[in-house]
């Protein structure tokens, strides 16, 4: 088997060659841009197995390096993981909404680095279960077709709407969604999910889902996840 390949886009050198040292010593084949630029020609030349993008780059920032990553069919299904510092939320909600697939938070440490880029490269080669899959994950069991949600083969009764967002998150474990990746998703025949009222669909589902309900994670300033 090949060696993944990594395409490291940061302009700090000491941070490159940390991360550099890391990767490389879990068997990655890395290469690395220090501008926005050389990473778009990089990726399109050779489109990489990842690409791990600091968003605080010189010219073209990496926010726009993911939106045209996302918009070139050569590289539109290369994971993004964005690399962020505390306090930039915003620009997180802004890269997921943009098809960015995770994000990891400056200082990390090469553990932590590490388990999310296995994370990442591991939810690329799962499939999604199709609209009618039953999922079962630990203790909750979501059947679609019969619109039912068990918790220990007890039903939970939800309303449409929670069970569209239970279903929606349920369905790819691991991966962050903002509220407005989520209204849109279910938003179907229901007009009256707003961003903010996923926040109240949330509540509603943990208090039903019971034990089940701390499946749902908070992350915090961004979204939601169904934990992996
Ligand atoms: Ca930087």
Redesign the pocket.
Known sequence: MSKESILLV???RD?LEVVRYNLTREGYAIREAETGEDALLMAAAEPPDLVLL?????KIN?LEVCRRLKAAPATASVPVVM?TAKGEESDIVTGLEMGADDYITKPFSPRVLLARVRAVLRRKQQTVPSEDDSITIKNLVIHPGRHEVLVDDAPVTLTNTEFKVLHYLARRPGWVFTRYQIVDAVHGQDYSVTDRSVDGQIVGLRRKLGDAGGLIETVRGVGYRFRE
């Open positions: 940061e302009d700090e941070i600091d968003l605080m780059l010189p990496g690399v």
